[in-house]
Every structure is written in structure tokens, then in C-alpha cells.
């Protein structure tokens, strides 16, 4: 993207932005041709004030359950982009025997999951201190093999 300042007969100043077609388009593949798959949906209760819940995939449609395993981390963020805390792993919604491994309460930072359906829980504290978070917007991302998969915001009201 650049700009451009022409002067018209007039006098006048006027300024034309030109973008690249390519510039404002996402892509969702690697540049090895791999595709990054993972769903993340919005919490609930949404806003919340001691604690909420926060559903979230790995894999998509054509993974069998327990065929892959991905590097999973659920970040929590502040309004200043600081982490303030990682989401904690409460259940796994697929029928895979293969997460029996992963036990409940895990703390979901570089944990390997299989692919299927997940379920998050946030407290609302900031960790590792363990102190109450104060109310605001937060907002929390799903990474998956090291590459972003989704970003939502959530409220916390005390």
C-alpha cells in the first residue's frame, strides 16, 4: 500500500491510496502447501464473572480422531497484548480414547491433542500469580502447531 499526492488545477491537495489486489487477503496455508486446522468459538457465558468456558477443535472434517496429534496452546491476553494467562483443559468432547493420556485441569500451553472437540476453562486469575484478573476485555488465541488458528474477545465483569 502507498500513497500518492497529486496536485489538481486548482490548487487543491488530494491524496489517492492505491493497494496491491494481494495486500488485504488472508491465507490460511503454509507456505509448504499445509493447511493449519483448528476451530475456536466464542465463550460462555460471555461476559462472566468468576469463570467461563471456551470450546475450541483441532483437526478439521477429514481427520479421524487420534490419527493426528497437534502442538495446542490457548492464550489469554490483557488490553495491552500481555499474556496474562493459559486456558486449562477440562474436557474433550471427541470419542478418543487416545486423550485419556491428557489429564483434566491441564494447564493448555504446548500440549499435544489429538484431533477433535475440546473444551477450555478460564477462572478469570491471572497466572502464575493466581490474583484475581481485573474486569475488562481479554482476549483469547488459539494456536496450533505454532501458527495462529483463531482470536476472540471475551468480557470479564466482577
Known amino acids: 500500500m502507498f500513497?500518492?499526492?497529486?496536485r489538481p488545477a486548482l490548487g487543491l491537495v488530494a491524496c489517492l491510496l492505491?493497494?496491491?489486489p494481494a495486500s488485504g487477503q488472508a491465507t490460511s496455508q503454509h507456505s509448504g502447501g499445509t493447511r493449519w486446522r483448528g476451530v475456536l468459538r466464542q465463550n460462555d457465558p460471555n461476559p462472566f464473572s468468576s469463570q467461563t468456558t471456551i470450546p475450541f477443535a483441532v483437526g478439521d472434517s477429514g481427520c479421524a480422531p487420534g490419527a493426528e496429534r497437534h502442538v495446542v496452546t490457548l492464550r489469554i491476553y490483557n488490553?495491552?497484548?500481555?499474556?496474562?494467562?493459559?486456558a486449562t483443559l477440562v474436557d474433550s468432547t471427541s470419542a478418543v480414547d487416545d486423550t485419556s493420556s491428557v489429564a483434566p485441569s491441564h494447564s493448555i500451553s504446548q500440549l499435544p491433542l489429538a484431533c477433535g472437540?475440546?473444551?477450555a476453562r478460564w477462572d478469570g486469575k491471572r497466572s502464575p500469580e493466581?490474583?484475581?484478573a481485573p474486569p475488562g476485555v481479554y482476549m483469547y488465541q488459539l494456536v496450533i502447531d505454532g501458527h495462529p488458528a483463531g482470536m476472540r474477545k471475551m468480557l470479564l465483569a466482577r
Open 130 to 132: 493466581g490474583r484475581e
Open 3 to 6: 500513497h500518492r499526492w497529486a
Open 117 to 119: 472437540a475440546y473444551l
Open 18 to 20: 492505491f493497494a496491491s
Open 79 to 86: 488490553i495491552l497484548s500481555q499474556v496474562v494467562a493459559f
